[in-house]
Antibody, heavy 119, light 107 residues
Framework: EVQLVQSGAEVKKPGESLKISCKGS????????IGWVRQLPGKGLEWMGI????????KYSPSFEGQVTISADKSIDTAHLQWSGLKASDTAMYYC????????????WGQGTLVTVSS | EIVLTQSPATLSLSPGERATLSCRAS??????LAWYQQKPGQAPRLLIY???ISATGIPARFSGSGSGTDFTLTISSLEPEDFAVYYC?????????FGGGTKVEIK
């Protein structure tokens, strides 16, 4: 089965670091871009950035560049999203999704990882 | 950054009615526009790409149209499972952006 499976929910304190994961299966993981999308509570979708696991080429949204780090390990078919110093405003659901170039859409989504940052 | 404006924010309709959702881009994205459906507690699902091409497994009642800056998602006859939030997304230019969403609710 073609799927993306994300790591479980996290509860962290402000200032802590965090790395969440997204593991692909059922397809050639290294040949498709993986994107990360944030959804604040009760709000819409925000594109954070994408990575090509084959060579780790990464593109960030200007809104998120410098705030998060996107990485991938093609040997284990996994992409990561990490923070070095969480803020309460990072509380959100984070989705990974497979990004297919031409037509440049997200055709396969993970189930989401809920990150809660609270003191 | 290309801004996508969706309207209306909320659409109140009854099952069986026709739904027409709009997505307007701040500059031309050609036909590089997609539509997604999101139900509560679920990840988004791709419905339409390249403005009018249905994704695999999407019922025929969903259709998309438009090009340039104005796009429409039409649901010809609403089924109970269609009540959800719908988002448009463009890749006419980087960065990728999403619209703010239209909630289709039961009247």
């Amino acid at each position: 089965e073609v799927q993306l499976v994300q790591s479980g929910a996290e509860v962290k304190k402000p200032g802590e670091s965090l790395k969440i994961s997204c593991k692909g299966s059922g397809y050639r993981f290294s040949r498709y871009w993986i994107g990360w999308v944030r959804q604040l509570p009760g709000k819409g979708l925000e594109w954070m950035g994408i990575i090509y696991p084959g060579d780790s080429d990464t593109k960030y949204s200007p809104s998120f560049e410098g705030q998060v780090t996107i990485s991938a390990d093609k040997s284990i078919d996994t992409a990561h999203l990490q923070w070095s110093g969480l803020k309460a405003s990072d509380t959100a659901m984070y989705y990974c999704a497979r990004f297919v170039g031409s037509p440049d859409t997200f055709d396969l989504w993970g189930q989401g990882t809920l990150v809660t940052v609270s003191s | 950054e290309i801004v996508l404006t969706q309207s209306p924010a909320t659409l109140s309709l009854s099952p069986g009615e026709r739904a027409t959702l709009s997505c307007r881009a701040s500059q031309s994205v050609s036909r590089s526009l997609a539509w997604y459906q999101q139900k509560p507690g679920q990840a988004p699902r791709l419905l339409i790409y390249d403005a009018s091409i249905s994704a695999t497994g999407i019922p025929a009642r969903f259709s998309g149209s438009g090009s340039g800056t104005d796009f429409t998602l039409t649901i010809s006859s609403l089924e109970p499972e269609d009540f959800a939030v719908y988002y448009c997304q463009q890749r006419g230019d980087w960065p990728v952006t999403f619209g703010g969403g239209t909630k289709v609710e039961i009247k």
